[in-house]
């Protein structure tokens, strides 16, 4: 029954800092895509081609 216990509190750790490290990634700017606004005028638009 410990082993359930302590197994339990390990992943609920685990997930927490798993959690704690994604919201600092997020705040911190790590997602944020500035690579494809400039390229984005490079790309050819499917829905405007399809209507000409």
Do not use: C
Not at 27 to 50: H, M, N, W
């Amino acid at each position: 029954m410990t082993a359930i216990v302590v197994l339990i509190a390990a992943s609920l750790l685990v997930a927490v800092s798993f959690l704690i490290a994604f919201i600092w990634s997020v705040k911190s700017g790590q997602y944020d895509d500035k690579y494809t606004p400039s390229v984005r005028i490079l790309f050819d638009d499917a829905k405007e081609s399809e209507k000409e």
